[in-house]
C-alpha cells in the first residue's frame, strides 16, 4: 500500500472486523500486520476503542492477556437498552390480531426479523458469556434464528435437535419427549453432532410446560454433555408441574383469549 | 457529553453501527445527532468511512441520495475473497469420514458454524442485492441459518416453509413436493407469514434433483409472489431432468463412493 493508514481508518476497520466475528480474539500482531503498523501503535488504537465502545454502549472491547491473548468484541446492550429493547418487542406481540383459535399466539415473523433475532441473540449472549458454554443447542424450527444470532455473538456452533433424522444423515440418538400440544414426540441428533463431555447452552422458542427443553436436557445427558443455562424467548406465565427449573425467559406471556389484547411483559431478569 | 468527540471515535461507531445493520439506510442527522456534531463533519466522516472500507475489501459503504437518503452499509467480500472463502470449505466437505452410508455428505456442522453460516450468508446478499427482494425464503431445517445470515445482510426478513404448521399457528398454505428421497410430502407456510405481490429471494442448503425448490415456487405461486433469484449452498452435479433452472449453487458435488474422497468444487460464478 502506497499511502499510509491514519488512525481514524484503523480504529474503523477494526472495529468492523472485531463486530464481524464477535468474541473471537484477534491479536495484536494480526492488526500490525493488516495495517503495516507498530504493535504498539495497534495497541493504543485498542484502548481508544475500548473507551468509545462504553461510551455509546455498544457492549465491550476487551483485552485478553496471555499466550493466546489479543482483543475481543462482546456485543450487549446496556441495561437500560436491554429493556427497551425488549418493551419494543412485547409492544409488538401485544396485538389481539395476533392471537390465534385455540388461545395461540401468531410471533413467527418477530423471530425471523434480522433487527430482531440479532438484538435477542446478543442480549442472550450478554447474558451468558461467563458461563463458557462450547456450543448452542436448540430445537427445530422456530427457534433456531435467535439461537443462530446467539451461537454468533458467543462465536461458538450451534447443534439443531430435529424431530427425526433421515437415515442418509448417519447414526442418530433418539429421545422422547412430550410436545406443546401433549403428545409424546421424538427429537434426534446425529451422533456426530457433538463431542461428548462439552458444555451447551439451550435456546429455544417458547416454554409451557417444558416439555421441549426437558427432552433436550434428556438427549444431552447421552451425550455426556453439561447444560450451563437455558434461555427461552417467551414462556408462559402460572403454569404449574413444568417439567425444568432455572429457565430464563426473555418475555412472559399471560394467559390469552379470542379478541383480547395478549399481555406479554419482560422478564424481571431483563 | 462533556468530553467533545474524536473523528477516530465517531467513524469507529458508525463503523459499529453500520455493520451491525447491514443494509439499513442511517440518515446523516442520525449520527449527528448520535455525537452531537454539524451533518457536514459527520458527511466527512462517512466519505473517509468509504475509503477505508473499500481498501480493505471489506464490501461496499454507499451514500443514497433523495428523500430517504443516509448511508448504508453493504457486507460482500471481493471475487478473490469469495472464491478463497469457498474453495476454503470445500476443502473441509472434501473428506472421506463425511461420507455417510448410501452415498451422503455430512456437511450439518458446516451450516451452523457462525464464522462459515456468515461469510455465505453476506455472499449471497452481495450477488442479490440488485434483484431488491422482500423477503428470503427457506424451506426447514438445515438451510435457515445460512438464509437468515443471507436475510441479514440484506436487512430483509426470513421466512421459513415447514413440513407441517399445526393447527394453532393459523390458517396455512400447503403444496406438496416431491423429496430428496423421492417421495411426495408437503410444505406448508402460515397465510399470513407473506403479503401477496411482494419478491422473494429463494435460499436453501441442497439440490439434487430441485424438488423442494420446485415446491417454494409452486407455494409462491399462490400467495402471488414473484422469485427473483435462487440460490443453494451445495447442488449434485450431473443430475438430468431437473425440476428447476436458474438456480445458482456456491458449491458443486460430484457422485459420491463410500470410502472415497468426496469432491466438492466452488461453482464457476463464484
Same mark, same amino acid.
Given at each position: 500500500? *502506497?499511502e499510509?493508514i491514519?488512525?481514524?481508518?484503523?480504529?474503523?476497520?477494526?472495529?468492523? !472486523?472485531?463486530?464481524?466475528? +464477535?468474541? #473471537?480474539?484477534?491479536?495484536?500482531?494480526?492488526?500490525?500486520?493488516?495495517?503495516?503498523?507498530?504493535?504498539?501503535?495497534?495497541?493504543?488504537?485498542?484502548?481508544?476503542?475500548?473507551?468509545?465502545?462504553?461510551?455509546?454502549?455498544?457492549?465491550?472491547?476487551?483485552?485478553?492477556?496471555g499466550?493466546?491473548?489479543?482483543?475481543?468484541?462482546?456485543?450487549?446492550?446496556?441495561?437500560?437498552?436491554?429493556?427497551?429493547?425488549?418493551?419494543?418487542?412485547?409492544?409488538?406481540?401485544?396485538? +389481539?390480531?395476533?392471537?390465534? +383459535?385455540?388461545?395461540?399466539?401468531?410471533?413467527a415473523?418477530?423471530?425471523?426479523?434480522p433487527?430482531?433475532?440479532?438484538?435477542?441473540?446478543?442480549?442472550?449472549?450478554? &447474558?451468558?458469556?461467563?458461563?463458557?458454554?462450547?456450543?448452542?443447542?436448540?430445537?427445530?424450527?422456530?427457534?433456531?434464528?435467535?439461537?443462530?444470532? &446467539?451461537?454468533?455473538?458467543?462465536?461458538? +456452533?450451534?447443534?439443531?435437535?430435529?424431530?427425526?433424522?433421515?437415515?442418509?444423515?448417519?447414526?442418530?440418538?433418539?429421545?422422547?419427549?412430550?410436545? &406443546?400440544?401433549?403428545?409424546?414426540?421424538?427429537?434426534?441428533?446425529?451422533?456426530?453432532?457433538?463431542e461428548?463431555?462439552?458444555?451447551?447452552?439451550? !435456546?429455544?422458542?417458547?416454554?409451557?410446560?417444558g416439555?421441549?427443553?426437558?427432552?433436550?436436557?434428556?438427549?444431552?445427558?447421552?451425550?455426556?454433555?453439561?447444560?450451563?443455562? *437455558?434461555?427461552?424467548?417467551?414462556?408462559?406465565?402460572?403454569?404449574?408441574?413444568?417439567?425444568?427449573?432455572?429457565?430464563?425467559?426473555?418475555?412472559?406471556?399471560?394467559?390469552?383469549?379470542?379478541?383480547?389484547?395478549?399481555?406479554? #411483559?419482560?422478564?424481571?431478569?431483563?
Amino acid at each position: 500500500m *502506497t499511502e499510509k493508514i491514519k488512525r481514524n481508518e484503523r480504529m474503523a476497520v477494526m472495529m468492523q !472486523v472485531l463486530t464481524t466475528a +464477535p468474541n #473471537r480474539i484477534f491479536t495484536l500482531s494480526h492488526f500490525a500486520e493488516m495495517f503495516d503498523a507498530a504493535k504498539s501503535t495497534v495497541s493504543e488504537d485498542v484502548a481508544l476503542l475500548e473507551k468509545a465502545v462504553e461510551r455509546f454502549s455498544l457492549g465491550r472491547l476487551e483485552t485478553v492477556t496471555g499466550a493466546s491473548g489479543g482483543v475481543r468484541y462482546r456485543p450487549a446492550l446496556g441495561s437500560g437498552g436491554r429493556r427497551a429493547f425488549i418493551e419494543d418487542i412485547c409492544q409488538k406481540l401485544s396485538d +389481539p390480531s395476533r392471537v390465534l +383459535p385455540g388461545g395461540f399466539l401468531y410471533y413467527a415473523d418477530i423471530l425471523s426479523d434480522p433487527e430482531m433475532v440479532t438484538g435477542m441473540g446478543n442480549l442472550i449472549a450478554g &447474558a451468558c458469556y461467563g458461563l463458557l458454554p462450547d456450543f448452542v443447542l436448540t430445537m427445530e424450527t422456530k427457534g433456531i434464528p435467535v439461537a443462530m444470532m &446467539a451461537a454468533r455473538a458467543l462465536g461458538k +456452533p450451534l447443534v439443531i435437535a430435529r424431530h427425526t433424522i433421515k437415515a442418509y444423515e448417519g447414526s442418530a440418538v433418539n429421545t422422547p419427549y412430550v410436545s &406443546a400440544s401433549g403428545g409424546i414426540e421424538t427429537m434426534s441428533l446425529p451422533r456426530r453432532a457433538v463431542e461428548n463431555g462439552k458444555k451447551a447452552l439451550i !435456546v429455544d422458542d417458547f416454554m409451557r410446560g417444558g416439555g421441549t427443553i426437558s427432552g433436550m436436557k434428556n438427549l444431552m445427558r447421552e451425550f455426556d454433555v453439561e447444560i450451563v443455562g *437455558t434461555l427461552v424467548v417467551l414462556a408462559m406465565e402460572a403454569v404449574d408441574n413444568r417439567l425444568v427449573d432455572n429457565v430464563r425467559p426473555l418475555m412472559l406471556l399471560g394467559p390469552i383469549q379470542h379478541g383480547e389484547t395478549p399481555v406479554v #411483559r419482560p422478564a424481571d431478569w431483563i
